[in-house]
């Protein structure tokens, strides 16, 4: 039940923003053009610094070790940083539940009024090693959430990647457009 209700409050959060992410067979895809693997995050009013400023804030409260996470870094252009998600999600494998962790790299590259998001790299393996889940494949080569032909076999898991992401999206969209003010207190 509680898995249930955290997939549907992520998917209404997620709902506001009109760019989205999708899980295709291929990886992921932007929801309104399979065929990119990015999105546009619009930030009227905002230069390039700006956005890249916000997004530097944004990595400096996120991330235990922000200094640790950014892999490059060009001031006022672009930025790409690593991601480790343990307890990413879970796939219901024969009955059992198996944990399972996620690495990834975003880039982020700006310019004035727009920041181009993308998920670069993506892997998510089992916490207990061995099979990792896989956008498309075989039964007997990990967790695929759909066959070698397209057909979708997990669907939730497909739902959890999606809402994780498109979340993550949000919430840096909400840094660049500066509407995470925490200065209330």
Excluded at 139 to 156: E, M, T
Aim: proline share 3%; net charge positive.
């Amino acid at each position: 039940m509680k898995r249930i209700l955290t997939i549907f409050l992520l998917g209404i959060c997620t709902l506001a923003y009109s760019q989205n992410l999708t899980v295709t067979p291929n990886g992921l895809a932007n929801k309104n053009d399979n065929s990119k693997t990015f999105i546009v995050i619009n930030a009227e009013g905002k230069t390039a610094l700006q956005l890249y400023n916000n997004t530097l804030k944004f990595i400096n409260k996120t991330y235990k070790n922000p200094e640790k996470v950014i892999k490059g870094d060009i001031k006022g252009e672009y930025l790409k940083f690593d991601t480790h998600v343990s307890n990413f999600l879970t796939v219901n494998n024969s009955g059992a539940n198996i944990s399972i962790n996620a690495n990834y790299t975003i880039e982020l590259n700006f310019k004035n009024d727009r920041a181009k998001f993308e998920i670069v790299t993506l892997e998510m393996p089992a916490q207990s090693g061995g099979y990792s889940v896989l956008f498309s494949g075989g039964a007997f080569s990990g967790y695929p959430i759909y066959n070698k032909k397209g057909a979708l076999k997990r669907p939730d898991t497909k739902a959890e990647i999606e809402n994780y992401f498109n979340t993550l999206i949000k919430s840096i969209s909400d840094y660049l457009q500066e509407k995470n003010s925490d200065d209330n207190w």
